[in-house]
């Protein structure tokens, strides 16, 4: 009986391979190819390097990159300063190397190229589909007009850890926006045709669970059960390869104890084999080499290991290009590997119609008229405008008249070095417009009297840390108390004061982990000292992360959240500073009171002894004796100059037959004083269920204009999949029984219908 059921289980697997085999169209052009290539042809074809001379991202540069080329050990470069460069390494690649293969060229691009738009954590703050995807189509624009034809973004690693410093560059802690994201994302860089000169390969990362790091420090460990893994990380990177993502780079950490570079169920068995992916997979930056600290062996083994498990290309690492023809030689691989992995690299650079054409992302006429546009920068204006969140608005003192007399202060007021934000490489900070600058464009007949107040922190040894690329955080010559007395003269000469603080922008991004997540002592100092003078106090924060801000969130001051803005971060915070523009923007990563309460996000468990509300303390119930459970500030979060009224809630059917849609809708009314967007938000609690609910889920979004009195109806369609959800068996299911949904501004949203799935 055994013996038959596991030869029908080999039976069915051998099926599901076979099928996954033959629905993949060969290319013609690169068959003929590959029967042309030497075994080290191919090999040299899964080596990606970086030459140096760009912004270095990674610790180790590549040694001999023209020499590497012209022996045909290089399939593509990354990090080339300039689109001469390029043509130069294209030049060798094609005329002198035998078969005269094109090589790629890669580049982050993160949140866009020279015209750089708000990080990503601050664009997905926008719920703004339409725009995100318009910000990639520039960046695509923009970046393959210099050269590049492959993109190493979008990053769509969720977190619920704002210890990370790389939140920063995703969208956040919620699988549902963050697919939404992802496929905005995917489909503005690869456009319908990858051979348009416009459109770029898009590489989604870091497959997979990067976010979920322990302890929120770079770079460690991730343990996960399959079935949060399935239902809380995975969706936005299926999102993204479902999108048609040409590449998916492998996270730094491990899955289930084997790094991912290596981990043949992540690589094969889920993203090939389940998922369907057809494209190329690269290694993180020397994640194949470091395989051997993780503990599973030298170069030699954890390349093999890597090439087995469904990795090919390795970034920088050169384990492949150094080891592979001794493991095929000692039966340690295979040739058939081999050719697979060159395949599938050949793949994409047939897809780009480099075959056709090396040459035709270097096209000297473009860059000229293609990048840093007046049109791209105006895009990179309003992004901006709607990514800042409207935390506290005292007095309702914002929106200022723009005839004010104004304090501007603190130290990132000044400070275009501090604009663009963490991965902007491409970027130029010389572009940036600063906030004092903005002030002066948008409100010109304001009085500004302007003082730096303190340093963004005064301990040098954090700055050293903080300013490997440039003089981010710049301590003043002169001492913290004469920095904090001009500050207080300017207030005094001022109706009102704006402070613009919090993390410079290398205090997140890679390798910026923090543990202490508030605003430096050096800015607290001065937040308090202004607030003391009795001068209403606008707070514009900007960070890459969400900040523990308990202390500055109960005094009476207002605070606008600007993330790092980007190019156009002047003229945007100005226009929201003024009311040119109503603040729309909603937090999509949960605000912590303080670090101890991490991990703190939306879809908590109930857990079996729930404490009596969010808000109250009991003795054996699950809670805290120093903290709340609410966070400060939840998902989904953020003010508007206007206010909104919810009403009317309704399902179009109470008992849902398997397999129906549910339709969702209620009244939203403008009832404030300004016209204003909101961001209408609905979350679904799965009552019973048979393995444990989230509290609730975000299901349904949808971003609404509404003029002041205005009153719409808004419908959210549940779909079928919304209901379902990974059992303990990993099977994409709904079970019958109670649903509730609750619509609202936020995720604390009370509104709530109810209906039963049958
Ligand atoms: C980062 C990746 C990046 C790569 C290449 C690595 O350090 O983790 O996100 O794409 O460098 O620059």
Redesign the pocket.
Same mark, same amino acid.
């Given at each position: 009986m055994n013996v038959l059921k596991t030869l029908l289980i080999v039976l069915a697997v051998g099926t599901t391979t076979a099928l996954t085999a033959q629905s993949k169209q060969q290319i013609p052009e690169v068959e003929a190819l590959l029967k042309k290539m030497t075994l080290e042809e191919k090999i040299g074809q899964l080596n990606l390097l #970086?030459p140096g001379g760009g912004v270095a #991202? +990674?610790a180790v540069v590549s040694e001999n990159v023209e020499a590497k080329i012209k022996a045909g050990n290089v399939g593509g470069l990354? +990090?080339v300063a300039s689109p001469e460069k390029m043509k130069m390494a294209q030049d060798i690649a094609v005329k002198n190397t035998r078969l005269g293969i094109p090589l790629l060229f +890669?580049s =982050?691009i993160i949140h866009g190229y020279k015209t750089t738009f708000p990080i990503p954590l601050g664009l997905s703050s926008s719920w703004d589909m339409e725009l995100i995807k318009s910000t990639a189509q520039i960046a695509a624009k923009e970046a393959t007009a210099d050269g590049i034809n492959w993109n190493?973004s979008p990053?769509v690693d969720i977190s619920r850890d704002p210890r990370w410093g790389r939140i920063s560059?995703g969208a956040g802690e919620d699988p549902f926006l963050g697919s939404a994201i992802a496929r905005a994302m995917v489909t503005g860089y690869q456009g319908d045709d990858l051979t348009d000169v416009n459109t770029m390969l898009a590489?989604v990362?870091?497959f997979a669970l990067y976010g979920a790091i322990e302890g929120g420090r770079d770079y460690n460990s991730v343990d996960m059960s399959r079935v949060k893994m399935f239902n809380q990380y995975l969706a936005p990177y299926k999102a993204a390869i479902d999108a048609g993502a040409a590449s998916v @780079?492998t996270s730094?950490n491990d899955v289930d104890g084997i790094p991912a570079t290596g981990n043949k169920w992540l690589l094969t068995d889920l993203l090939r084999e389940q998922w369907g992916f057809e494209g190329f997979v690269v290694s =993180?930056?020397t994640s194949l080499n470091e395989m051997i600290a993780h503990g599973l062996g030298d170069l030699q083994a954890v390349s093999a290991l890597a090439l087995k498990a469904g990795l090919d290309m390795d @970034?920088v690492g050169e384990g492949f290009l150094s080891t592979l023809k001794k493991s095929l030689s000692e039966g340690k691989v295979t040739e058939a590997e081999i050719t697979n992995a060159c395949r599938r690299v050949l793949e994409a650079k047939y897809k780009l119609g480099l075959f056709n054409n090396p040459y035709a992302y270097i096209d000297e006429t473009r860059p000229a008229k293609d990048i840093l546009t007046a049109e791209n920068r105006a895009v990179a204006r309003k992004a901006a405008q709607r990514s800042f969140v409207l935390l506290k608005n005292e007095n309702n003192i914002l929106p200022l008249k723009k005839s004010a007399k104004i304090a501007l202060v603190g130290p990132l007021a000044d400070s275009q070095n501090n604009m663009l934000g963490t991965w902007a490489p491409t970027g130029d900070v010389k572009n940036a417009i600063s906030i004092i600058d903005g002030f002066k464009n948008v409100a010109p007949n304001a009085t500004i009297n302007y003082a730096k107040g303190s340093n963004i922190l005064d301990d040098e040894a954090m700055a050293a840390k903080i300013n490997v690329f440039g003089p981010r955080v710049d301590i003043s010559k002169e001492s913290p108390e004469t920095l904090l007395e001009e500050a207080l003269a300017a207030a005094q000469k001022s109706d009102v004061v704006v402070a613009v603080v919090g993390e410079a922008t290398e205090m997140s991004g890679?390798a910026a982990s923090r543990t202490d997540i508030s605003i430096p002592q050096a800015q607290k100092k001065l937040i308090n000292a202004l607030v003391a003078t009795g001068k209403p106090v606008v707070l514009v924060l900007m960070s890459g992360r969400p900040l523990t801000i308990s202390e500055e969130f109960d005094l009476p001051v207002s605070i606008l959240q600007v993330w790092h803005p980007g190019v156009e971060a002047g003229n945007a915070v100005a226009d929201v500073v003024f009311g040119d523009y109503n603040p729309s923007g909603k937090l999509t990563a949960t605000w912590p009171r303080n670090v101890g309460q991490i991990p703190v996000y939306h879809s908590m468990k109930n857990t079996g002894r729930p404490a009596p509300t969010s808000e109250e303390f009991q003795k054996f119930r699950s809670n805290y004796l120093d903290a709340k459970n609410s966070p400060l500030l939840p998902f989904g979060y953020g003010l508007s100059y206007t206010s909104f009224k919810y009403s009317d809630i309704k399902v179009d059917k109470n008992v849902v037959a398997s397999g129906e849609a549910v339709n969702v809708s209620v009244k939203v009314q403008n009832t404030g004083n300004f016209d204003g967007e909101e961001v209408v938000q609905l979350y679904l609690r799965d009552v019973v269920r048979s393995i444990t609910p989230p509290g609730k889920q975000l299901k349904g979004f949808e971003k609404v204009f509404l003029k002041k009195g205005e009153t719409k109806t808004i419908t959210i369609t549940l779909k079928p999949e919304d209901l379902k959800f990974y059992n303990s068996n990993l099977e994409f299911i709904a079970e019958p029984g109670d649903f509730e949904v609750f619509v609202g501004g936020d995720s604390d949203a009370s509104l709530k219908a109810t209906f039963e799935l049958k």
């Open positions: #970086t #991202t +990674g990354f +990090g +890669g =982050d190493f990053m560059e590489c990362k870091h @780079m730094f =993180d930056y @970034m890679e």
